[in-house]
């Protein structure tokens, strides 16, 4: 497999996980139909769109591409009319969430590190090319549903971290083989993510007694 099919591959593959993951969502905080299909969509072609006015491709092909928008509209159908299988109130619904979220990322990642390869971005371009197509999705939906995304607060595993080191592989192997490079950065996000949540790892926050504008009063602190 050539590396433009491999991209070709993993689009389809991550949109329709990314879709999944929205309608699910949509089931869980009890969006009617149109809102479930409109969740399904924004987290599917979110990161993609990201990716591509990242690469400077406008508008973003995933607009033109009507075979794979009419797939994200079935699958969004196809969850919110099984909404009886996926409870959120039931751990595997929850499990499948996870899983679904972490394919996605994972993908988005390493599709949004080749973009910027693609267009000549260095390493730092291409990390941040990866990691904003690969919580783009997951963010406009957590904003969409009502939820603070996870990027900002999450505690028990790696997540935009996680996009980023996948990221940083598809550059670094790039140069060897295009098509593994892409399967490599996937498959390090996904690893990094379930890693980290195994191990209950976090990013550093505040401590609950810091003082994050020291002695600094309120009236200054509202400007």
Do not use: C, H, Q
């Amino acid at each position: 497999m050539d590396a433009v099919t491999a991209v070709e591959v993993l689009v389809w593959i991550g949109t329709i996980t990314f879709a999944a993951s929205g309608a699910l969502v949509a089931v869980e905080r009890r969006f009617d139909l149109v809102g479930a299909l409109v969740l399904a969509a924004v987290t599917a072609v979110g990161g993609g769109s990201i990716r591509d006015i990242v690469g400077g491709t406008t508008p973003p092909a995933v607009f033109s591409n009507e075979p794979l928008l009419w797939t994200v509209s079935a699958t969004g159908l196809l969850v919110f009319f099984n909404a009886s299988r996926f409870n959120p109130s039931k751990a595997s619904a929850r499990r499948s969430l996870y899983v679904l979220d972490t394919v996605g990322l994972g993908l988005f990642a390493a599709l949004g590190a080749a973009k910027g390869l693609e267009v000549g971005f260095g390493f730092w371009g291409t990390v941040f090319a990866g990691a904003v197509s690969g919580v783009g999705g997951g963010v406009l939906r957590d904003l969409l549903s009502g939820r603070v995304p996870g990027i900002l607060y999450r505690s028990g595993d790696l997540y935009a971290s996680a996009a980023a080191v996948g990221a940083g592989v598809v550059f670094l192997a790039d140069t060897i083989d295009p098509t593994a490079a892409l399967v490599g950065g996937t498959l390090v996000t996904i690893a990094v993510r379930v890693g980290s949540r195994l191990a209950n790892l976090s990013l550093p926050v505040p401590r609950p007694d810091d003082e994050p504008f020291g002695d600094v009063g309120e009236d200054a602190v509202r400007g």
